[in-house]
T-cell receptor, first 111, second 116 residues
Framework: GNSVTQMEGPVTLSEEAFLTINCTYT??????LFWYVQYPGEGLQLLLK?????DKGSNKGFEATYRKETTSFHLEKGSVQVSDSAVYFCSVETSYDKVIFGPGTSLSVIP | DVKVTQSSRYLVKRTGEKVFLECVQD?????MFWYRQDPGLGLRLIYF???????EKGDIPEGYSVSREKKERFSLILESASTNQTSMYLC???????????????FGEGSRLTVL
C-alpha cells in the first residue's frame, strides 16, 4: 500500500545550520508530493509541493526535489532560523486523491 | 480568505457515547478528509470523501463513520466512543488532482477529543 517514511526526530540545530529532513514514499502511479509545517499552537499549512518527477518545490528558503528513481522528497534549508522551529510533515497525494502523511519531524532551532 | 471550520475545539465524552465532529469548508472543494493526530504517529487518515455522498476508507476507519450530505460539510461520527479514540482530530479540504493547485490541503484548527 501507500506509505510515507520520515527521519525520526526531534532534530535540534543551532541557528544558521544546514537542515535536511529525509522523506521517502511508497505509492503507485504518479503521486504529488508535499511538505507541510505546523508551528507551535497553529494548524498545518502547506510549505512547498512538487507534482512531477524532477520538479523542485521551494518556499521560505526551503527546497525539496521530487526524485522518482529513489522515491524521495528530502527537505533542505541552507541556514535555519529560530522561527523555523516547528513540526514538518511529508505528504503524498496518490492517483486517487488520497492524501497521506508521514509521522512528522520536530525541529528545534536554538540561538 | 479560505476557511475550514471545525465545530468544537475541545470535547470531553464518556465511553460509549456517540460523538459527532462537524467540519465545514467555504472553498467549494471536492475533497474532504478526516485525520487523527497523535504524538509520534503523525496524521493518520480515517476517511475521505471526493464528492457528495461518496466516501472512502482511509488507513484507520475502524470505530468511525462519516457523512457528506452537502458539498461543504463533512461529519465524523464515533458510534460508541472508546478511550483509545482520545486524540486530536483534523479536518481538511482540497481541490484534488484538478487544476494547478492539485493536492494542497487546507486544515481546520482541530478538535481535541477526550474520552473518559
Amino acid at each position: 500500500g501507500n506509505s510515507v517514511t520520515q527521519m525520526e526526530g526531534p532534530v535540534t540545530l543551532s541557528e544558521e545550520a544546514f537542515l535536511t529532513i529525509n522523506c521517502t514514499y511508497t505509492a503507485t502511479g504518479y503521486p504529488s508530493l508535499f511538505w507541510y509545517v505546523q508551528y507551535p499552537g497553529e494548524g498545518l499549512q502547506l510549505l512547498l509541493k512538487a507534482t512531477k518527477a524532477d520538479d523542485k518545490g521551494s518556499n521560505k528558503g526551503f527546497e525539496a526535489t521530487y526524485r522518482k528513481e529513489t522515491t524521495s522528497f528530502h527537505l533542505e534549508k541552507g541556514s535555519v532560523q529560530v522561527s523555523d522551529s516547528a513540526v514538518y510533515f511529508c505528504s503524498v497525494e496518490t492517483s486517487y486523491d488520497k492524501v497521506i502523511f508521514g509521522p512528522g519531524t520536530s525541529l528545534s532551532v536554538i540561538p | 480568505d479560505v476557511k475550514v471550520t471545525q465545530s468544537s475545539r475541545y470535547l470531553v465524552k464518556r465511553t460509549g457515547e456517540k460523538v459527532f465532529l462537524e467540519c465545514v469548508q467555504d472553498m467549494d472543494h471536492e475533497n474532504m478528509f478526516w485525520y487523527r493526530q497523535d504524538p509520534g504517529l503523525g496524521l493518520r487518515l480515517i476517511y475521505f470523501s471526493y464528492d457528495v455522498k461518496m466516501k472512502e476508507k482511509g488507513d484507520i476507519p475502524e470505530g468511525y463513520s462519516v457523512s457528506r450530505e452537502k458539498k461543504e460539510r463533512f461529519s465524523l461520527i464515533l458510534e460508541s466512543a472508546s478511550t483509545n479514540q482520545t486524540s486530536m482530530y483534523l479536518c481538511a479540504s482540497g481541490k484534488g488532482r484538478q487544476g494547478s493547485d492539485t493536492g494542497e490541503l487546507f486544515f481546520g484548527e482541530g478538535s481535541r477529543l477526550t474520552v473518559l
